[in-house]
């Protein structure tokens, strides 16, 4: 599924005309992302929540030549699933 | 931000619909991955990231109280991988 799919789904469930509803998905994913550069947790209920972690710079190798290289500290978002999310994968996929 | 905030968020800069209206097609939106999810599909979304399951196999799990060791059965659980355009702005 991709970005134009979810745009269909509110066009064809809530009637929502497409350019619309495409411009309304892009928005919600563009407040989320915002919020995430900002430094801020996105917790949305019945879902998961979006969350900024900071790693520390640790030692890698280059898998290939076996090189040992230094990773840099960086920030990641990680994602966490709400329980409810969680079930209704297992409920349906066992 | 929460789930509320969001939709406070989306209706400032729609015209047209009332905060409860978006306050639906929010719930859609996340719907809709979920439900993708569940009957084994993936969500890609460029810039944005991509949602996924990721296969968990079975193991031997303890009950902390008993000490009893208990199968715990294999399972599949969302996954999400942030995409680049996402990565960059996060990291800088």
Known sequence: MRKADIANLLYERHGIPKREATAIVELILDEIKDSLAAGEEVKIAGFGNF????KTERKGRNPK???EIGITPRKVVTFRASP???QSVLASRG | MTKAELIDNVAKKVDGLTRNQVDVLVGTV????KDALAVGDK????????????HRAAREGRNPKSGEVVRVPPKDVPFF????ELREMVDR
Request: glycine share 14%.
């Open chain 1, 51 to 54: 969350t900024v972690r900071d």
């Open chain 1, 65 to 67: 030549t076996g090189e």
């Open chain 1, 84 to 86: 409810v999310f969680k």
């Open chain 2, 30 to 33: 996340f719907n809709s991955i």
């Open chain 2, 43 to 54: 969500v890609e979304i460029r810039g944005f990231g991509s949602f996924r399951l990721r």
């Open chain 2, 81 to 84: 991988k942030a995409g680049k």
